[in-house]
Every structure is written in structure tokens, then in C-alpha cells.
């Protein structure tokens, strides 16, 4: 093999790595999208195990893990006085949407 084949061959994987990449961050785009809580939205969170319940919360971002098919969840909840706390936590534990009750407005 010579080095323009080595150099050809590298680049043609890195060109399909890189549409591989953006065909990931497009479906994990749509994915979210599809959520039935969005960013700002006012929920409960709970999970199955019962290791964490949140009676209140706001969301304040919706990622996906790099590593994963996983949902990165971040939230805050209210003061003591009922507003937003500005203390970010993130929903680590096996986290899925159906973790998710929204509230409605008269609660939040």
C-alpha cells in the first residue's frame, strides 16, 4: 500500500464517520423533539427503583448521553419561597420519559 491509498482510505472513513455523526445528532434532535415535556416545562420526576422523586421541578435541559441511547435530564427545584431554585441537578439514574408527570399550571 502506498501512502496516497493509506491517505485516500483514511479520509473516504473519516467522510462517512463524520456523516455517521451527523445522522446520530439528527436522530437525537428528533428524538427529543418527540418528547412529551420540553425545556421550561414544569414536572415530577420519578423512577422506578424509588431513589428519586421529585414532587416539582422545571426542566431546564434535555440531552442525550454521547456514550449511549440515554436521556441527560437537568432540573431545578423551588426555594423554600416556591420559585426557581438556581441549583441545577441531573437525573442520572436510568432515566426514560415515561419518569416524566407533567404538571398542570395551577401547581407550578
Given amino acids: 500500500m502506498t501512502q496516497e491509498e493509506f491517505i485516500s482510505g483514511f479520509n473516504a472513513l473519516k467522510a462517512q464517520r463524520q456523516e455517521i455523526d451527523r445522522k446520530v445528532a439528527?436522530?437525537?434532535?428528533?428524538?427529543?423533539?418527540?418528547l412529551p415535556f420540553k425545556v421550561g416545562d414544569c414536572v415530577r420526576l420519578h423512577n422506578k427503583f424509588g431513589k428519586l422523586e421529585v414532587e416539582k421541578a422545571w426542566i431546564t435541559s434535555i440531552e442525550m448521553y454521547p456514550f449511549g441511547p440515554l436521556?441527560?435530564?437537568?432540573?431545578?427545584r423551588?426555594?423554600?419561597?416556591?420559585?426557581?431554585s438556581r441549583r441545577e441537578e441531573r437525573a442520572w439514574w436510568d432515566f426514560n420519559p415515561e419518569n416524566v408527570e407533567l404538571l398542570n399550571d395551577e401547581s407550578c
Wanted: proline share 5%.
Fill in 26 to 34: 439528527e436522530l437525537n434532535e428528533e428524538y427529543i423533539k418527540s
Fill in 71 to 76: 436521556l441527560n435530564v437537568k432540573f431545578v
Fill in 78 to 84: 423551588p426555594k423554600k419561597d416556591g420559585t426557581k
